[in-house]
């Protein structure tokens, strides 16, 4: 069975500093990862993924994640966090297989602050 | 860019009252997830179509009953509804070439929700 955990419900950074949101997740399989972004009663917008091409992923709005199969990580990074940033962010996983699931994790909230 | 399409996006009803949720993929894209979301929680998924039929079901209650039709929208049909049925469901689509071949979308795009509130 598949599942995610997100290391830390709530991250508080300063405007300029690095954003590292932590994932771990279990599978029998290798898996697709992926990071979500979900604004305040809005739906959720994909970030990046890994579908096994490069283990460092960028994605938009200057994120980027690394796929690293030995601890069984995807973390989310950014190097200079802004207030624009502030969300709820979610990491998940799926089989690769046509119509499956996605198992999301239960989402970071990140705060920014000036 | 064209996108994931939902309606209602409000939806307000009554205890053991009915409700449709309408979800429009992208065009082209052949599969369709429901998922729900409570108030602070993670989505969860509920059910998904490929190619017309069901392929993945997740924790949908019997109350709920989905199909995907010939030109790919969805609909998720709730019955019975119960107060605990209040939440965010979201609509997603996706993309598989299948023996045809071709790149997969891979990840799945949502839609803005609807946001169901049981009075």
């Known amino acids: 069975a598949q599942s995610v955990t997100q290391l830390g419900s709530h991250v508080s950074v300063s405007e300029g500093a690095l954003v590292l949101l932590r994932c771990n997740y279990s599978?029998?399989?290798?898996?697709?990862l992926f990071w979500y972004v979900q604004y305040p009663n809005q739906g959720l917008q994909l970030l990046l993924k890994?579908?096994?091409?490069?283990?460092l992923v960028k994605g938009i709005n200057g994120f980027e994640a690394e796929f690293k199969k030995s601890e069984t990580s995807f973390h989310l990074t950014k190097p200079s966090a802004h207030m624009s940033d502030a969300a709820e962010y979610f990491c998940?996983?799926?089989?690769?297989?046509?119509?499956?699931?996605?198992?999301f994790g239960k989402g970071t909230t990140l705060s920014v602050s000036s | 860019a064209a996108g994931v399409i939902q309606s209602p996006r409000h939806l307000i009803k009554e205890k053991r009252e009915t409700a449709t949720l309408k979800c429009y993929p992208i065009?082209?894209?052949?599969?369709v997830y429901w998922y729900q979301q409570g108030p602070g929680q993670d989505p969860q998924f509920l059910i998904s179509f490929y190619e017309k039929m069901q392929s993945d079901k997740g924790s949908i209650p019997d109350r709920f009953s989905a199909q995907q039709f010939s030109d790919y929208h969805s609909e998720l049909n709730m019955s019975s509804l119960e107060l605990g049925d209040s939440a965010l469901y979201f609509c997603?689509?996706?993309?598989?070439?299948?023996?045809?071949?071709?790149?997969?979308?891979?990840?799945?795009?949502f839609g803005p929700g609807t946001r169901l509130t049981v009075t």
């Open positions: 599978s029998s399989v290798p898996p697709y």
């Open positions: 065009p082209r894209h052949d599969t």
């Open positions: 890994y579908t096994s091409a490069a283990t």
């Open positions: 998940a996983v799926r089989l690769r297989q046509a119509g499956t699931a996605l198992i």
């Open positions: 997603a689509s996706s993309f598989h070439p299948g023996l045809a071949g071709g790149r997969s979308s891979y990840e799945q795009y």
